[in-house]
């Protein structure tokens, strides 16, 4: 009896909304979370009505049923993302008790937390918790101004700082370039600077491109001040090797380090930042990472991600950075948010967009800040060598 109750939740939902004829909340509902056949039918049955006459059906379009709960229509919103996420939870500890393999599991599990954050959590503020929400983001924000002087985390780069208040919660940040122009380099060097600042951070790295230990060499070299070319062909002294080896202990426990190898998509990034709880996420290569559909073409898998990306920020209330790269043809000093490759959902999406500028001056780059969603479009200088290992911002005038 029970069950059935639970089955009739769809159609409960159905004909309460349509009684109301809120088309707000009607519009909440995913197809998902209908997991009867015929409760399924119906709902699908509404949507085509609301396509073709441009208005929701009257109630008694749905077949009556005897008892309807007086509640309104969020109430059947609530029961029915609580009851698919019960159905998710049980199939999830069938297969533990089951014969599924660890792979499987985890499998799911990394599904059910991305279905939890992009199509469960819809974000809806209401009056009871606006001021809660409120109150948590001021909190944040005076704790890292207490710990930086900044609103969100330090870039690195006094300038961008400055212009934006440095890597904000919720917000998708991108480094821009052509093809090894040094958009890996450059976020090493800025989450290097929060390993630097930070005693208490946890950083998030996910590199789609490269493996953990080129990372790592990298990371390493960066905070040892050693060549990486002297590295590769084995020219380096005695005292060069063992700054190396010393770069890394103390901050390793701070960095999580995890190569995508080319198969990594949204669902098991949602897993991995749920289990991590990350202070703030890199993802080196993010046009890389793959979407839950195999049908979609190139452009609107760069949208999905994207799209998905900011979903994860929003509701882990964490900065993800991101790299992206521009289109060939683009000229040097001239990159713009249209010349990002695949997809101008990037720039509409993302809260901060940095070009990496060649600008045929030895040893500097410039890095225009493209889009900005609450800052100043700028733009500034930095080092640029390998010898050195030294990224800093530089006075330069052009």
Same mark, same amino acid.
């Given at each position: 009896?029970?069950?059935?109750?639970?089955?009739?939740?769809?159609?409960?939902?159905?004909?309460?909304?349509?009684?109301?004829?809120?088309?707000?909340?009607?519009?909440?509902?995913?197809q998902?979370?209908?997991?009867?056949?015929?409760?399924?039918?119906?709902?699908?049955?509404?949507?085509?009505?609301?396509?073709?006459?441009?208005?929701?059906?009257?109630?008694?379009?749905?077949?009556?049923?005897?008892?309807?709960?007086?509640?309104?229509?969020?109430?059947?919103?609530?029961?029915?993302?609580?009851?698919?996420?019960?159905?998710?939870?049980?199939?999830?500890?069938?297969?533990?008790?089951?014969?599924a393999?660890l792979?499987?599991?985890?499998?799911?599990?990394?599904?059910?937390?991305?279905?939890?954050?992009?199509?469960?959590?819809?974000?809806t503020?209401?009056?009871?918790?606006?001021?809660?929400?409120?109150?948590?983001?001021?909190?944040?924000?005076?704790?890292?101004? @207490?710990?930086?002087?900044?609103?969100?985390?330090?870039?690195?780069?006094?300038?961008?700082?400055?212009?934006?208040?440095?890597?904000?919660?919720g917000?998708?940040?991108?480094?821009?370039?052509?093809?090894?122009?040094?958009?890996?380099?450059?976020?090493?060097?800025?989450?290097?600077?929060?390993?630097?600042?930070?005693?208490?951070?946890?950083? @998030?790295?996910?590199?789609?491109?490269?493996?953990?230990?080129?990372v790592?060499?990298?990371?390493?070299?960066?905070?040892?001040?050693?060549?990486?070319?002297?590295l590769?062909?084995?020219?380096?002294?005695?005292?060069?090797?063992?700054?190396?080896?010393?770069?890394?202990?103390?901050?390793?426990?701070?960095?999580?380090?995890?190569?995508?190898?080319?198969?990594?998509?949204?669902?098991?990034?949602?897993?991995?930042?749920?289990?991590?709880?990350?202070?703030?996420?890199?993802?080196?290569?993010?046009?890389?990472?793959?979407?839950?559909?195999?049908?979609?073409?190139?452009?609107?898998?760069?949208?999905?991600?994207?799209?998905?990306?900011?979903?994860?920020?929003?509701?882990?209330?964490?900065?993800?950075?991101?790299s992206?790269q521009?289109?060939?043809?683009?000229?040097?000093?001239?990159p713009?948010?249209?010349? @990002?490759?695949?997809?101008?959902?990037?720039?509409?999406?993302?809260?901060?967009?940095?070009?990496i500028?060649?600008?045929?001056?030895?040893?500097?780059?410039k890095?225009?800040?493209?889009?900005?969603?609450e800052?100043?479009?700028?733009?500034?200088?930095?080092?640029?060598?390998?010898?050195r290992?030294?990224?800093?911002?530089?006075?330069?005038?052009?």
């Amino acid at each position: 009896m029970i069950w059935r109750a639970m089955m009739l939740l769809g159609k409960e939902a159905l004909i309460k909304i349509l009684e109301e004829n809120d088309l707000e909340t009607f519009s909440k509902l995913d197809q998902r979370w209908f997991l009867d056949r015929e409760e399924s039918r119906e709902y699908q049955r509404c949507v085509e009505y609301l396509q073709r006459y441009g208005r929701l059906p009257p109630a008694s379009f749905i077949e009556a049923l005897e008892d309807i709960r007086d509640h309104p229509p969020q109430f059947f919103i609530e029961a029915l993302t609580e009851r698919y996420k019960k159905y998710w939870l049980g199939n999830i500890a069938e297969a533990i008790n089951g014969e599924a393999d660890l792979d499987q599991i985890n499998s799911m599990i990394s599904s059910y937390i991305f279905d939890k954050v992009h199509y469960i959590d819809d974000g809806t503020v209401t009056s009871e918790n606006a001021i809660t929400m409120m109150q948590a983001h001021v909190d944040k924000v005076r704790e890292n101004y @207490l710990r930086s002087g900044l609103s969100g985390l330090p870039t690195g780069w006094p300038s961008l700082d400055e212009s934006t208040g440095g890597y904000q919660e919720g917000d998708i940040s991108v480094f821009s370039g052509r093809a090894k122009t040094g958009k890996t380099m450059l976020m090493i060097y800025s989450l290097n600077h929060l390993l630097e600042h930070f005693e208490d951070i946890k950083i @998030l790295f996910l590199s789609m491109e490269m493996t953990t230990i080129q990372v790592l060499t990298r990371l390493a070299c960066l905070r040892a001040q050693v060549n990486t070319q002297s590295l590769r062909i084995g020219d380096i002294s005695t005292l060069a090797e063992r700054r190396l080896v010393e770069a890394l202990p103390g901050v390793m426990d701070k960095l999580i380090i995890s190569e995508g190898k080319m198969d990594r998509d949204v669902a098991s990034l949602v897993g991995m930042i749920g289990t991590v709880q990350p202070d703030i996420v890199f993802i080196d290569g993010a046009y890389l990472i793959r979407t839950q559909s195999n049908a979609l073409s190139s452009w609107e898998k760069v949208k999905e991600v994207i799209e998905t990306l900011k979903g994860i920020a929003v509701n882990f209330k964490v900065p993800i950075v991101c790299s992206y790269q521009l289109r060939r043809g683009v000229k040097k000093s001239e990159p713009d948010l249209e010349h @990002l490759a695949l997809s101008d959902a990037i720039g509409q999406v993302a809260s901060m967009v940095l070009g990496i500028v060649d600008i045929d001056v030895p040893d500097t780059r410039k890095i225009e800040i493209m889009g900005v969603r609450e800052g100043v479009k700028d733009s500034f200088f930095i080092n640029w060598s390998w010898d050195r290992f030294d990224f800093t911002e530089k006075d330069f005038t052009q």
